[in-house]
């Protein structure tokens, strides 16, 4: 069984209890449905729940019931804002995953000839940049205090990943992953709506509220890769945090196909049907003078796309219907992993 659903089964006597958080419910509602063991146990205690329900235990008896549910339930993060509900949601999952990992499979080879703890010491690294450019002080254990290599940018992510992966090599897994966490519980509880337009710049400029659904979109990339490399299995995000990434990266298009081709498609614009859960329609111009038409138009699957923009998948691995030009098509599905990194 994969460790999100030995993560939602722990939490479900929380949940029949009404102890969860806004982000636990979100996990056990986007998991129970397509469970039938957690299904089961979900219908099982909900009816006992309604039983103590009607006895109307006494004060002291219900005190002690949910102090001992939430004492069994792994932290999760702290409420946020709508923009940062996908972040906070596949941080939770990761750290379920994390936790269920022997300490064998942490040196395990991930991706880039990272092991899964210099992945954790990477996601730390971009997640501390932009926890500094926020001021996160109250609390927040932003890591990699220590000054980068000479000549390098205190604000490169490439740089500050070195650091942080040298960093953490000289320390134990659980203690990189403890301080990971901390770290982005720390982000989230300085998230509010307020901070969503404060600018930011992890390799390119950005709002913050655009900044954090990229975080929530290399996290889940990262978790997927992680799971991947030690033979366990995730599900995929909820409908609703998979748009929010998906929009992310429709919106890219223009922005990377002038970065992959070194100027703007002028005259052009492209249509984008994304299908299946968390997908949606856009309709973007790709440079001055485009016109209301489309000049193609895009239709494929929602986590196609999204894996593609990861570069995890190659354009020649997905189905895609293009329709009317067809090279443009092409060469838009090409550049759609401008922005992805390490």
């Not at 710049?201 to 990339?221: G, N």
């Amino acid at each position: 069984m994969s460790p999100v659903h030995e993560h939602v089964a722990s939490l479900l006597g929380s949940w029949a209890l009404g102890a969860c958080s806004d982000e636990e419910t979100r996990l056990v509602m986007g998991h129970v449905p397509h469970c039938p063991a957690c299904m089961e146990e979900s219908l099982l205690l909900g009816g006992v729940a309604g039983l103590l329900d009607g006895v109307r235990p006494g004060a002291s008896l219900r005190e002690r019931t949910l102090a001992g549910a939430r004492a069994r339930r792994r932290p999760v993060a702290p409420s946020v804002p709508s923009y940062a509900a996908p972040y906070a949601a596949l941080v939770s999952m990761l750290d379920a995953l994390l936790a269920e990992l022997s300490r064998r499979a942490w040196s395990t080879n991930v991706i880039y000839d990272w092991s899964v703890q210099d992945v954790v010491a990477h996601l730390s690294a971009t997640d501390s940049l932009l926890a500094e450019q926020l001021n996160t002080q109250d609390g927040a254990p932003v890591l990699a205090r220590a000054e980068p290599a000479q000549g390098a940018d205190a604000r490169d992510v490439d740089a500050r990943t070195a650091l942080v992966i040298d960093e953490q090599r000289g320390r134990g897994h659980e203690e990189t992953r403890v301080s990971w966490r901390a770290q982005a519980d720390a982000l989230c509880a300085r998230l509010d709506e307020e901070a969503a337009a404060i600018r930011v710049v992890l390799k390119f400029p950005m709002r913050t509220d655009s900044a954090v659904v990229a975080r929530a979109f290399e996290t889940w990339v990262h978790a997927r890769d992680i799971a991947t490399a030690t033979g366990h299995s995730l599900p995929p995000p909820p409908p609703e945090h998979l748009h929010a990434i998906a929009t992310l990266g429709v919106r890219a298009l223009p922005g990377a196909l002038a970065l992959r081709e070194g100027r703007a498609a002028a005259g052009e614009s492209v249509h984008v049907d994304l299908r299946g859960p968390g997908g949606g329609a856009w309709h973007l111009p790709l440079g001055p003078s485009a016109p209301d038409k489309p000049t193609v138009t895009l239709a494929l699957d929602t986590m196609d796309f999204c894996l593609l923009a990861a570069e995890r998948l190659r354009p020649g691995e997905i189905r895609v219907d293009v329709g009317g030009d067809v090279p443009l098509g092409r060469r838009i599905l090409a550049a759609a992993s401008a922005f992805a990194g390490p």
